[in-house]
């Protein structure tokens, strides 16, 4: 079992940056693929970034590729998403999630485990 939880979500302008924090607790995090999903109103959850356990590969979704970067760090148990040059179309709810497996799927039925999710807003 593995409870993650999410932190940093908040409102900025288009243009700013945030930095997103998935914190893992239970079984060990190292062995876990994670991977960052969105949510926004009246969609469905779509993959935004996944990283291996190993650290590599990484994987993004097209739109922000160039704009966010994964990263973890196993030492503390924490994955993060560093999203720059955010836009109005950013804005959702974040999830992180983890799987077994060194492979980075892209559909959120792969993932086992989620946290509850933080809120982006990005205002025009």
């Known amino acids: ?11 900025v302008q288009a243009g700013g940056s945030l930095r997103l924090s998935c914190a ?3 079984r060990s995090f190292s062995m876990y ?14 993959f935004v970034a996944g990283i291996s356990w190993r650290g590599n590969p ?9 704009r966010f970067t994964i990263s973890r760090d196993n030492a503390k148990n924490t ?7 955010l836009k109005p179309e950013d804005t959702a709810v974040y999830y992180c999630a ?3 497996g060194s492979s980075v799927p ?7 485990y989620w946290g509850q999710g933080t809120q982006v807003t990005v205002s025009s």
């Open 106 to 112: 892209t559909t959120p039925n792969d993932y086992a």
């Open 58 to 66: 990484t994987m993004y979704t097209e739109p922000v590729k160039g």
């Open 98 to 100: 983890v799987r077994a």
């Open 24 to 26: 893992a607790s239970g």
């Open 79 to 85: 994955a993060y998403l560093q999203m720059n040059n």
């Open 33 to 46: 693929t994670m991977g960052w999903f969105r949510q926004a109103p009246g969609k469905e959850r779509e």
């Open 1 to 11: 079992q593995v409870q993650l939880v999410e932190s940093g979500g908040d409102l």
